[in-house]
Nanobody
């Protein structure tokens, strides 16, 4: 059974940068599409970025385009989210999630209902 653990969150100043990590265990990630989601206080969870099983496709929410970058390292069984130039609106709990995918699937969904496996989340706070 695949298990996911996020790390790398914390306090960052506006305009700074950091990298969130999602480490997998139990199974290898090369059979899964991965998404990053976040939930701000009082708001619904929203999709941030996703990456297809083949890394052929990445998708980013409009709010993070040009600032966040998702990547995966199947050899390390991990997925990353590079966060650059964050603002206070990026504050929230960040989750990585996985869905089993056939090798020929090149797209990745941003709908959290399509991801059955979730980590526990890591808090990111953007504040000066």
């Amino acid at each position: 059974q695949l298990q996911l653990v996020e790390s790398g969150g914390g306090l960052v100043q506006p305009g700074g940068s950091l990298r969130l990590s999602c480490a997998a265990s139990g199974l290898t990630l090369d059979g899964f599409t991965i998404g990053w989601f976040r939930q701000a206080p009082g708001k619904e969870r929203e999709g941030v970025s996703c990456i297809s099983i083949s890394t052929a496709t990445t998708t980013n929410a409009e709010s993070v385009k040009g600032r966040f970058t998702i990547s995966r390292d199947n050899a390390k069984n991990a997925v990353y989210l590079e966060v650059n130039n964050p603002g206070p609106e990026d504050t929230g709990v960040y989750y990585c999630a996985a869905r089993g995918t056939s090798p020929d699937q090149t797209m990745c969904p941003m709908d959290d209902r399509r991801y059955p496996i979730w980590g526990q989340g890591t808090q990111l706070t953007v504040s000066s």
